[in-house]
């Protein structure tokens, strides 16, 4: 048992210095007391998961000391499961009981048992794991390290994949833990979950701590001026436009299996930003792959009248730009210039094109004016893509994406994993494209920001689209009802 | 630069113990093969004359290889370039000026048609191009014997080969006295081809960003299937041009044993050049060193003509090992969410 008013967990001056002499952490001390939750937060690439990793145990730090009383569970962002086992057989993995030589399935599946019993965390022993949703998927991996009799517990990103009313679940799950006495630390960036549900919040920039926010003091304001360091910048004012016919598409389905597109019919108009809410994995991005003409899709699709047809080729010729959920895997080859990849895409048609040739001039004029418009940081547009920090690499994508007045601009997850600097100018980017008379499909994981961008609203599910709201009529409730699964009520 | 000079130190470390291993003294084995390839005027230009029949596989291996097609098929390509070109050589009469590009369009035809064997069944059924290209290598091979020797023997040959070739559809030497031909300058004026493909055309751009990234380049509207079939005709019309450019003006004639294996050793001289055609112009220079000095280093030195292989093998292995070593210094943890 812990001792109360004493921390479970605690790291003094804590140093990592990767290979290279990059400094993921500098000079960090944190302290974990039992029956608080914790709020870990900072942009990318400000250390917080090189943290959790030392203070997990599993990573040595460069110096600093780490004191832990007991056990220290970490439920890691993207769960560490084995799909073709059972849940019993994950959780007791490593530890699991015997008879004899022989494993003991019986005493296995009581102590699953018994475990999610005792913390209300219903499970069945003898599911599959692949065949669990993700908020259940997460349950094991928790009761996983709770079969382990924590003191401390940490949270990688925990609510990344989950929906609104999952969330909550989540987190009385989480309360109730620390009310046993568990020390928490989530690690999040999420600023309204943390004033929701946090005590504590430690704020890390650049590898070093730069805010502590104690019991009632937290204030979300205030912890996003200290992960950013500064004042967040506004988004672009919205206009009043003129909507156009943009995109129509009817009983569009497209892909197979858990993720596929079932039925889509929608529409989204020039001057206008249709947002599609839902939580990741059903079906947003066969719906983006179809429209842009990457895998093919059964169903009618017309922009401003005319069938959309062929492959991506012809459809960025019809204006349609994406900006794709993966900027390193899909958007980017990140071992070319700059230069050679802000044509990308463009490469076939003037003023990029010159007979057979590619024109660097031209190539290279686009380079500076995206560079210049979307303030990409970089010591030269001749440098490697791979040099830039993802925020910069976002941007780059997105200012390509924008640089051809699109009719149809698709966004996928156009924010994710870049600061919140980087997500506010891209953020204003779309709603400057809106403005400026194109037709926006924003797909999101992210509620806030779809709240924040959206003209109108509909919410994906197991591949089958709901209706659409109104920027008027939103509610945060219905959405969130809806993303789970909810019929709609009307 | 610091790793490629250790490298350099080991490789060299390692080819003294195969010589040494062999039985022979390590530091005569290395001067009996560089003055065996660079000793005088004469092994010069049969140095030279190794580097051009290279030079013609190994672009084309880097061209493939750039398009992100493992072409390991450059020397079934080159066989079947330099069967066309030898089966047309000897039936033709005309003037060189004519004949020549006849006989070496007809060697480009037969390579871009094998290598494009492999590209069309990657483009229409996804077919794994490093088992097509391989098997196709076999089947050039015994397709070639057959040929030569069956239904298309030529009248007073002997063995497995055509007829030679009339005078004036060899290729003219550039160094009275030996056998270097324009078949070089040719090879360079390829490699400067190639490079200008690659860097300044709209399908040489398209090229390379379907080998460096696939998904971003379907993304960007890139016909990949397209491209994999234009890069393996591409690629296997110049392995076949070199085919030709080894019939008529090194061997005169077809001979099934036209190549002791360039279009393997090909892959080594790409890697080493980095895929660059420029540098692969150096790359095939130290390669073809090497091929030329191993005949005079057996003889003055007695060691195995075959350590020259051995060493080969020690180079692709030191590639390979740098291209899958997780590289120093790379950044990790933090990219993931932060």
Known sequence: ?490 | MRTAAIGGVVLLALAASAMELAGANPLLGFYALLRGALGGPHQIAETLVQTTSLLFPSLAVALAFRAGFFNIGAEGQLVIGGLLAGLLGARLHLPGIAGLPLVLSAGALGGALWGGIAGALRARFGGNEVVATLMLNVIAALLANYLVVGPLHSPGAVGPETAELAPSLWLPTIAPGTRLTVAMPLGLLVAAGVALLLSHTVFGYELRASGANPQAARRAGIDQQWIALAAMLLSGGIAGLGGATIVTGVLHRFNVALSPGYGFIAIAVALVGELDPLRVVFAAFAFGILQSGSLTMQALAHVPKDVVTVIEGLIILALSARRFAPSAGRLRADERTG
């Not at chain 1, 925990?158 to 989530?186: D, H, K, Y």
């Not at chain 1, 309204?192 to 890390?204: F, K, M, N, Q, W």
């Not at chain 1, 108009?269 to 429209?291: F, P």
């Not at chain 1, 959309?308 to 071992?335: F, H, K, M, Y």
Request: proline fraction near 4%; charged fraction near 25%.
């Open chain 1, 1 to 490: 048992m812990n001792v109360p008013g004493r921390a479970a967990l605690e790291l003094r001056a804590v140093r990592k210095v990767y290979p290279g002499n990059v400094c993921a952490l500098d000079g960090v001390d944190i302290e974990l007391v039992p029956g608080e939750i914790h709020a870990l937060c900072g942009e990318n690439g400000a250390g917080k998961t090189t943290l959790v990793e030392i203070a997990a145990g599993e990573l040595r730090p460069t110096s600093g000391s780490v004191h832990a009383i007991g056990n220290v569970g970490l439920v890691h962002q993207h769960f560490e499961l084995i799909g073709r086992l059972h849940v019993w057989e994950n959780v007791v993995l490593g530890f699991e009981p015997r008879r004899g030589v022989r494993l003991d399935a019986e005493a296995a599946r009581a102590r699953v048992r018994a475990l999610s019993q005792s913390y209300g965390l219903e499970l069945d022993p003898d599911a599959l794991v692949e065949d669990l949703p993700v908020g259940i998927a997460q349950r094991v991996e928790l009761v996983r390290e709770l079969a382990r009799d924590p003191a401390v517990l940490i949270f990688d990103e925990p609510t990344a994949v989950l929906a609104p009313a999952e969330i909550a679940s989540f987190f009385a799950t989480v309360r109730a833990l620390a009310a046993r006495g568990a020390a928490v630390l989530i690690v999040t960036h999420k600023l309204g979950e943390i004033v929701a549900y946090a005590e504590r919040a430690t704020v890390l920039r650049a590898g070093k701590v730069v805010a502590r926010f104690g019991k009632g003091q937290i204030e979300l304001d205030a912890i996003a001026r200290a992960m950013v360091g500064g004042e967040i910048p506004a988004l672009a004012e919205r206009v009043v436009t003129a909507l156009g016919m943009g995109l129509v598409a009817r009983d569009l389905e497209a892909g197979q299996g858990a993720h596929a597109l079932r039925s889509a019919s929608f529409e989204v108009r020039r001057g206008e930003i249709l947002a599609i809410a839902g939580v990741e994995g059903n079906g947003q991005s066969v719906l983006a792959d179809a429209i842009a003409g990457v895998v093919p899709s059964v169903g009618s699709l017309e922009l401003e009248g005319t069938p959309l047809q062929g492959g991506a080729r012809e459809r960025i010729a019809r204006g349609v730009r994406t900006i794709p959920g993966d900027r390193q895997r899909e958007g980017l080859i990140v071992s070319w210039s700059l230069v050679e990849n802000a044509v990308l895409g463009d490469q076939d048609r003037p003023p990029v094109r010159k007979g057979i040739a590619i024109d660097r001039v031209a190539a290279g004029r686009r380079a500076r004016e995206i560079v210049e418009r979307f303030d990409v940081r970089t010591t030269s547009i001749r440098t490697t893509v791979a040099t830039l920090s993802g925020g910069n690499q976002q941007k780059l994508v997105v200012g390509r994406a924008l640089a051809g007045a699109p009719r149809l601009l698709l966004a996928y997850q156009p924010t994710r994993g870049i600061d919140v600097g980087a997500a506010a100018l891209v953020q204003s980017s779309l709603i400057a494209a809106r403005n400026a008379g194109a037709a926006v499909l924003l797909i999101s994981f992210e509620l806030d920001e779809i709240l924040a961008l959206a003209d109108r609203i509909a919410v994906i599910y197991r591949g089958m689209l709901s209706a659409t709201m109104l920027r008027d009529a939103f509610d945060r409730g219905t959405i969130g009802a809806l993303m789970a699964g909810a019929q709609r009520a009307s």
